[in-house]
T-cell receptor, first 113, second 115 residues
Framework: KNQVEQSPQSLIILEGKNCTLQCNYTVSPFSNLRWYKQDTGRGPVSLTIMTFSENTKSNGRYTATLDADTKQSSLHITASQLSDSASYICVVRSNTNAGKSTFGDGTTLTVKP | EPEVTQTPSHQVTQMGQEVILRCVPISNHLYFYWYRQILGQKVEFLVSFYNNEISEKSEIFDDQFSVERPDGSNFTLKIRSTKLEDSAMYFC?????????????FGQGTRLTVV
């Protein structure tokens, strides 16, 4: 069964600090992995997409990594800001005709001043 | 910047009533989706829609659910006879194409409360 597991479930950090969120998946065959940011009460917004051949990709203060062999991804946030407080969701898409996406439960990040 | 818009932002309905959730996808997008998120749980795929027909649906999308593109701009989700467990945030999304790497853009969601 295709699954996406994220850790930690929640995280509290101080403003300015860095943090790393983890995503492990069993989706097969793999097409891509996307990290979304979801502010409370809003729709998810894509931060970055990782395909099979990509190991690292940055989007501003966000850096995603992918290890397709171990089926792990991470999202590193540098110099956190209060506005980074949100749920971060890992979504893995299958490389099939239907291209079904499997969502993780998300990591709730709280950045405190 | 173009965005997916959903109305209403919050809908309260009595159990057994029909409800229609409305979405206006981004204008040049061809693929449309509905997702739901029960409070405190993960986002779940409901249905995808292309060329005026359902292209894929999940096991959640049973006979109580239907989707329609009644005109050139709106995309609706109808729940025929709402149940308490239908209470959730419903997100509409759209994408330019059905390519696996194509980004789907989400609306702000409609919070449905069934009482």
């Amino acid at each position: 069964k295709n699954q996406v597991e994220q850790s930690p479930q929640s995280l509290i950090i101080l403003e300015g600090k860095n943090c790393t969120l983890q995503c492990n998946y069993t989706v097969s065959p793999f097409s891509n992995l996307r990290w979304y940011k979801q502010d409370t009460g809003r729709g998810p917004v894509s931060l970055t997409i990782m395909t099979f051949s990509e190991n690292t990709k940055s989007n501003g203060r966000y850096t995603a990594t992918l290890d397709a062999d171990t089926k792990q991804s991470s999202l590193h946030i540098t110099a956190s800001q209060l506005s980074d407080s949100a749920s971060y969701i890992c979504v893995v898409r299958s490389n099939t005709n239907a291209g079904k996406s499997t969502f993780g439960d998300g990591t709730t990040l709280t950045v405190k001043p | 910047e173009p965005e997916v818009t959903q109305t209403p932002s919050h809908q309260v309905t009595q159990m057994g009533q029909e409800v229609i959730l409305r979405c206006v996808p981004i204008s040049n997008h061809l693929y449309f989706y509905w997702y739901r998120q029960i409070l405190g749980q993960k986002v779940e795929f409901l249905v995808s829609f292309y060329n005026n027909e359902i292209s894929e649906k999940s096991e959640i999308f049973d006979d109580q659910f239907s989707v329609e593109r009644p005109d050139g701009s709106n995309f609706t989700l109808k729940i025929r006879s709402t149940k308490l467990e239908d209470s959730a945030m419903y997100f509409c999304a759209s994408s330019e194409s059905g390519g696996l790497n194509t980004e789907a853009f989400f609306g702000q969601g409609t919070r449905l409360t069934v009482v």
